[in-house]
């Protein structure tokens, strides 16, 4: 009985009657999920431009990451909310010790430090235009002033289309422009993607005949049970 009840409560669910189903006619521009709450509908998705991050390549500054720069001073690092977090530089520093100091603040400051060809590298933590403002008297000696440094590229929004619309994003995940789905942007194409969300009729098929056949197998049981009775 405790089986048969299942599958009845199973079919007093919400979600048996409203989960959705995508068609996608091509996975490689982006790919989409969805929520009860998403309405039936067909899109059409063409994605000019990802969202990409703001990056700062400093210059080479030694042949080793745990080489001692000899550097000594302080530099601040402000991000887009301009917020400033300021960083003391030792001469025992090196390259790793650096990106380790910058990477502690990097829950704050969402500005993430590396090494790429011991060069100093910062990275926004979150796609967008979100600038990085480099200041300090040491910020010239590592490479990573503005005059000094070896190449800067501000990050940059996502920009769509949908049905049509012309759309910007921060993030290559957008759920906030239909409800109950999620696009996931996934490469800027020429071509456009069709889209169709529909509800998903199959999992509701599928729980009625889970409770047909649980339904004939308990009665089953039940009636062998009795015959033995008798």
């Known amino acids: 009985l405790n089986s048969l009840l299942s599958k009845v409560e199973e079919l007093q669910k919400a979600e ?14 982006a790919s989409i999920t969805t929520t009860a709450d998403a309405a039936e509908n067909d899109f059409s998705l063409k994605i000019t431009q990802l969202a990409t991050t703001t990056k700062l390549i400093g210059n080479k500054l030694s042949d ?37 100091k910058i990477n502690v603040e990097t829950k704050n400051s969402a500005i993430s430090a590396s090494i790429i060809d011991n060069r100093l590298v910062l990275t926004s933590s979150t796609t967008g235009e ?8 040491s910020a010239d000696a590592l490479g ?3 005059t000094k440094k070896a190449s800067y590229s501000l990050g940059q929004q996502a920009e769509f289309e949908l049905d049509g ?30 889209i169709k969300v ?16 649980q339904y004939n197998s308990t009665m089953s049981f039940i009636s062998d049970n ?5």
């Open 16 to 29: 048996t009657f409203a989960t959705k189903k995508v068609t996608n006619s091509d996975e490689s521009i």
């Open 64 to 100: 080793s990451s745990k080489t001692a720069l000899g550097i000594s001073g302080s530099f601040s690092l402000t991000n887009s909310q301009d917020k400033t977090f300021t960083f003391t530089v030792e001469s025992t520093d090196t390259l790793k010790s650096l990106t380790d």
């Open 130 to 137: 979100h600038a990085i403002t480099v200041a300090g008297e």
């Open 144 to 146: 990573i002033s503005s």
């Open 165 to 194: 619309l012309a759309l910007k994003s921060d993030s290559n995940s957008v759920s906030n422009v239909v409800e109950g789905v999620t696009f996931t942007l996934k490469k800027a194409s020429t071509d456009s993607t069709t």
């Open 198 to 213: 529909t509800t998903d009729t199959d999992k509701t098929v599928q729980a009625v005949k889970d409770l047909v056949s």
């Open 226 to 230: 009795l015959s033995v009775g008798d």
